[in-house]
């Protein structure tokens, strides 16, 4: 159930499995990247964000990985739950423009019990 | 804190109309920030308003327009609707230089 490299728009996983969700960005100079998780009949919620700067950064359950060298951004969710189910994307933001933010194709993710 | 609410939920118009969207940003936030949401082109940023200025604006016609008031609180306008306006609406506040955006349910619009 995982995908590396490559941006896929759906991904099944059975629960408990580790999930990556990966996206490309465009924009060498943005400053943070940002992702999202958008469930059905809701906004985008934040999930975990990573300064350019950085290659690495955890959250609970979640981990992002950033790699410049390639412009590619994954999110690793560990022990999927039912719960995970929703359709992620990836942001790209700046420092001189933080309240615009250019987002990736999403990806839905899907946790079969 | 209450989130950022966005009024109406659910809209139909019909092609040559106009509509005004609203959204209440989290109280403290002071840029509000609009983007399209559409299955074929995905979000995309629309403007961000600070201190009742429009601060960045994406590449959409002058048809989509905004405004923000003193107490932070945001409208979008668009006129002429054409069917290809049909998509949800989101807004989003954050605190002033920030990229931790937090959205509003955002608004159906369904344009016939």
């Known amino acids: 159930g995982e995908s590396v490299g490559l941006h896929l728009p759906t991904l099944s996983v059975q629960e408990g499995d580790n999930s990556i969700i990966n996206c490309a960005y465009s924009?060498?100079?943005?400053?943070?990247f940002i992702w999202y998780k958008q469930e059905s009949g809701k906004g985008p919620q934040f999930i975990i964000d990573?300064?350019?700067?950085?290659d690495k950064r955890q959250g609970q359950r979640v981990t992002v990985l950033l790699n410049k060298t390639v412009k590619h951004l994954s999110l690793q969710i560990a022990a999927t739950q039912p719960g995970d189910s929703a359709v992620y994307f990836c942001?790209?933001?700046?420092?001189?423009?933080?309240?615009?933010?250019?987002f990736g194709d999403g990806t839905t993710l899907t946790v079969k019990p | 804190k209450a989130g950022v609410t966005q009024t109406p939920r659910y809209l139909i118009k019909t092609r040559g109309q106009q509509v005004t969207l609203s959204c209440s940003p989290i109280s403290g936030h002071r840029s509000v920030s609009w983007y399209q949401q559409t299955p074929g082109q995905g979000l995309q940023f629309l403007f961000e308003?600070?201190?009742?200025?429009?601060?960045n604006k994406g590449n959409f016609p002058g048809r989509f327009s905004g405004r923000q008031f003193s107490n932070s609180r945001s409208e979008m306008n668009v006129s002429t609707l054409e069917l290809g306006d049909s998509a949800l609406y989101l807004c989003a506040s954050s605190l002033v230089g920030s990229y931790e955006q937090y959205f509003g349910p955002g608004t159906r619009l369904t344009v016939t």
């Open positions: 990573i300064r350019s700067n950085m």
């Open positions: 308003y600070f201190s009742e200025t429009q601060r």
């Open positions: 924009n060498s100079a943005s400053d943070y």
């Open positions: 942001a790209e933001s700046t420092v001189t423009n933080a309240g615009k933010s250019t």
